[in-house]
């Protein structure tokens, strides 16, 4: 038995929802605890892909009864047609999903800012996924948000939709967008209020008896350790705390009963929209996308790719307490004959050598990588079923960034299927 948080160590996309779902078979509760829709868990649900986006990737485990926490973003509309989706596959969501009445909702107002910011950033920009993540978190931060037990209360809804929304038509005017429609908004979100009223509740109680009752909890991060608003590469970055330390304040369940962090990490490191990647690699890039991997769930952007980064994993290993690795997309480097990892970087200007990331990104984007060199295994290990069938170079490897990354190695992942998993 144990609290367990599952945490992206890179820049998000490291194969969380396949890993969820991989250890929720004995889990009761699985957790939400920060992002909104900007997250894009694939999953396969009776044979067909789906992917997720505000829903805890628990909700395919039958016994598992999910809930969003406070620190989540909602869009309403959003969420709601996420859930039909699931109704449509045959998935039973009744009783089984619950929302924080303290969440923040994302309204349209969110999403427009979140577009107009980015367009005068330029070639500076953060590439953020547009669904409003930034000015909703913004608005939480400022104390003039909208919270789910305000949607769901049909007159108090109607008087602060009218005082915020004649706010951010101002704004959306000097940025030159059109107003949102008052009529429109409050026809759609009442809507969706009625639709997700009865999932609404003080969550923060409901864990608690939860924990009373030896329920095992399941924390599902969203994003990845260096999209972190505090200790990610700021400011491409987004705007909640990714990073294991979220976890309790987005749920409202102490520290102290939280009993292990998992971190997920790719074999290799890849990242979509803004900001630096040190250890990109042209050729890699392309070699993945030819496979047709390595396009965003979300939005459908080719990701950046690039070697694993040892720097960057043993410091989410250190900034999350990881005690478990989860490594995925071994698969991805089944057909290359040298493979590269990142040791320390080093500032060819200063001669310094640097075992951290710096908070600085324009020091971060000046670094030179200092590359380690392994021999490939040139062949597939898709149907690998324990460890030992693993080709003995991939073991090495693995291996390498066990023991670089100070923390367990736990599970490695061969691809897409629940069966393509190797537990250690
Ligand atoms: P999952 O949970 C990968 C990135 C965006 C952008 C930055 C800010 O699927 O791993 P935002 O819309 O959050 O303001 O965008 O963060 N980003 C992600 N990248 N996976 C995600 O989620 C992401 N969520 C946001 O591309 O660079
Ligand atoms: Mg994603």
Redesign the pocket.
């Known amino acids: 038995m144990a609290n367990t948080i599952v945490v ?1 160590a890179q ?4 194969g ?2 396949k890993i969820i779902d991989a250890l929720t078979e004995s889990v009761d509760y699985v957790v939400r605890t920060q ?1 909104g829709n ?4 694939t999953v396969y649900v009776n044979g067909s892909q789906y992917v997720l986006h505000l829903i805890p990737s628990g909700i395919l485990n039958p016994r598992a009864t999910c809930v969003i926490g406070n620190g989540v973003v909602v869009d309403p509309l959003g969420l709601k047609q996420e859930i039909e989706g699931l109704q449509k596959l045959g998935v039973n969501i009744d009783g089984r999903l619950y929302i924080s009445e303290r969440a923040h909702v994302v309204m349209p107002y969110h999403k427009e800012l ?1 577009a107009f910011r980015e367009a005068v950033k330029g070639t500076k920009q ?6 409003g ?2 000015p909703a978190y913004g608005d939480k931060v400022a104390r003039v948000g909208i919270r789910i037990l305000d949607l769901v209360k049909q007159d108090r809804f109607a008087t602060l939709l009218k005082q915020r929304i004649s706010e951010n038509n101002e704004a959306l005017k000097r940025l030159g967008g059109e107003p949102i429609s008052y009529q429109e908004t409050l026809a759609a979100y009442q809507e969706a209020a009625d639709f997700l009223r009865p999932m609404v509740t003080n969550t923060v109680m409901l864990l608690y008896k939860a924990r009373k009752e030896k329920a095992e909890i399941l924390f599902e ?4 350790t260096f ?1 972190d608003i505090d200790h990610g590469t700021y400011p ?4 909640s705390n990714t990073t294991s330390g979220g976890a309790s304040a987005g749920s409202g369940v102490p520290p102290t009963v939280m009993d292990r962090v998992v971190g997920v990490m790719k074999a290799y490191t890849t ?5 630096p990647l040190p250890s990109h690699d042209d050729g890699l890039s392309d070699m993945l996308h030819g496979l047709g991997r390595e396009f ?4 459908g ?1 080719p990701r950046r790719c690039g070697w694993f980064d040892g720097v960057i994993a043993r410091y989410a290993s250190i900034l999350n307490g990881i005690d478990e690795l989860a490594i995925t997309n071994l698969d991805g480097l089944d057909n290359i004959e040298t493979i590269q990892a990142v040791e320390r970087y080093e500032d060819q200007e200063t001669g310094v050598s640097y075992d951290y990331v710096p908070g600085d990104v324009e020091l971060l984007e000046r670094l030179k990588p200092v590359m380690k060199t392994f021999p490939g295994w040139m062949t597939s290990t898709e149907n690998a079923k324990c460890w030992d069938d693993l080709p003995e170079n991939a073991r090495t490897y693995l291996k390498w960034i066990e023991s670089f990354t100070e923390a367990k190695l736990k599970i490695v992942s061969i691809g897409p299927r629940r069966e393509q998993t190797i537990f250690m």
């Open positions: 992206g820049w998000g996309d490291e969380k929802g992002g900007n997250a894009g868990h979140d953060i590439g953020t996924t547009k669904r993540i930034g991060g969203a994003q990845g999209l491409f970055v987004t705007s990242r979509v929209g803004g900001g965003g769930a979300t939005t952007r």
